[in-house]
């Protein structure tokens, strides 16, 4: 991923690399592997559906139900292009002591595409960009029409996870509650706390942090 000038804009290109490949796999990998082990066997997004997830048809649905999408530029087999967010992502904002209502945003956002029947599946705060005090959702490709208990479990606990290491966790893991349990009158699963905790270490920088923010008890936040 780089950053571009294209005709005086300021560009994010995306190449299809080796990298993003493997990256892409280990998605998939880590989607069914943990879905087989916790009992929840799931078919994984496709490797062919990934960059026509890109593309301007799920761009226009996430508009329709009140996700915004940095503006698609161009898109091919190669590369894609889309408009730079000067904000940065929100896992940067909440690590540098952003406000915690993006976290409530990032909830909103969540449980809004699971009551349209969808899931990001690869939900890290890392693919949410902030535009002033609203966001802005990139990195599209995993997502996946889906109402099963698995593939919401795996977006509420892979953004949990990419968070786990923050020191207000607490703070932010509530306001993300907070924000999705507004769209779906439903708290987190038991399922989602598993996976997040079988995920953080993965992205964690701080391990120490993440597993003082493990021990915290969540139960209150779930239902069965």
Known sequence: MTLEEWSGQKVVVKRNKSTKEFHEFLIIYAYSFISMLLVHPSAPPAFSETMRNEGRSMRNALKNIGISTPELISISNADLVEEYIEGGDLSQALASGGDSALANAAGCL?????????????????????????LVRTDLGFIKKSSSSYSRSMDIGSFLASVMDIGRYRQVEKAFYDGYLSETGGGFTYLSLIIRNALSLGFSSDTKATFRNMLLNSSRLTIV
């Open 110 to 134: 969540t449980g809004r595409f699971h009551r349209a029947g969808y899931a990001f599946v690869d939900n890290k705060a890392q693919n949410y960009l902030v535009r002033g005090d609203s």
